[in-house]
């Protein structure tokens, strides 16, 4: 009789080689993941938006307290400007930079081929690496110092300037916004409509910048503000804003703004000082207009350029 034979089928796969081999594979896709993390950034328009929340609740407070209602588009002030520049000319500041990195507005503005004076908000996520951008790209950098706005809110307080604090809580303040936003050679105030109007504390941050020899460019968020004169009175090189060009933030608004702007320089024969924010609108109207205007024979400088030392 023949026999019947029996091939064996082979050993399955042990288990745990099977575990190993899952476990790998887990560790190699976590490890992609990882390095994927560290090479984009994300800042999409949604992230954007987010990061905008998250920075109402500790510096970007405008949202909460609008803090210019009250103060003109156009102030046409006389202030101590360089004399040794007698030409119509544009300083075009634009606030509000830190909380957005790769959007078409910030990426726009750093690309821009024209001198550009930047004020960022320290402590924000993209704070130091806008600022360092900046100045890479032949921008100037400012830190827009966030100051105590009238109604403000207390439990947000440790985040502003406010007339409680003692000098030493001041210098630490100051102290700590120059390692946030690295070469900035100045300061504006974000908000600030209470602050800028008490005299002590106003002349005690224009100390602060002799010590440091940094400038002063007051916004005028309030009609009563001291900063300016603060600063003169301490020898320090100032400026006061003329023109908010996106207080209504409409590009039909935002140009006819600048174009105030320009027919004040004309008048003036002298620089213009305007502010801005990185909107899209004000992105839209400057990045097509600016352009133009040079073509004019409008020259467009950096605050330091202008501003007058005493």
């Known amino acids: 009789m023949n026999k019947i034979v029996r091939h ?89 930079f830190g909380n957005q990195w790769n959007s078409e507005v910030v990426q726009g503005v750093l690309a821009l081929d024209v001198p550009l004076t930047l004020a960022v908000i320290p402590h924000l996520w993209a704070s130091e690496r806008v600022a360092r951008a900046a100045i890479k790209n032949g921008k100037e950098v400012i830190v827009h110092l966030p100051m105590q706005p009238v109604g403000e809110n207390a439990s947000l307080e440790k985040h502003y300037l406010h007339a409680s604090m003692d000098n030493r809580t001041v210098d630490d303040f100051l102290e700590d916004a120059i390692r946030a936003v690295p070469g900035a050679i100045g300061l504006n105030n974000h908000m600030g409509s209470a602050a800028t109007q008490d005299s002590s504390l106003m002349a005690r941050v224009a100390g602060w910048c002799g010590r440091h020899n940094w400038l002063i460019l007051d916004s005028i968020t309030h009609p009563s503000t001291v900063l300016y004169r603060e600063a003169d009175r301490a020898r320090v090189p100032a400026v006061r804003r003329d023109i908010f060009l996106d207080h209504r933030q409409d590009e039909a608004s935002i140009r006819r703004q600048l174009e105030r702007a320009v027919d004040l320089a004309k008048r003036r024969n002298g620089p213009v000082v305007v502010i801005g924010h990185p909107h899209r609108e004000t992105w839209n109207v400057l990045h097509q207009e600016l352009p133009g205007i040079v073509a004019e024979g409008i020259s467009l400088l950096h605050l330091s350029d202008v501003v007058y030392q005493p």
Do not use: C, G, M
């Not at 790998?24 to 090479?39: C, G, P, T």
């Not at 909460?64 to 006389?78: A, I, K, M, Y």
């Open 8 to 96: 064996s089928a082979p050993d399955p796969v042990p288990r745990s080689a099977v575990l190993l081999s899952a476990v790998a594979l887990l560790l190699y896709l976590v490890l992609f993941l990882v390095i994927l993390v560290q090479h984009l950034d994300w800042t999409s328009r949604d992230s954007n938006e987010l990061d905008s929340l998250a920075a109402v609740s500790s510096y970007h407070l405008e949202t909460q307290v609008p803090d210019r209602l009250s103060v003109p588009e156009l102030v046409v002030s006389t202030p101590d400007l360089d004399p040794k520049v007698t030409v119509p000319a544009l300083v075009v500041v634009l606030d509000d």
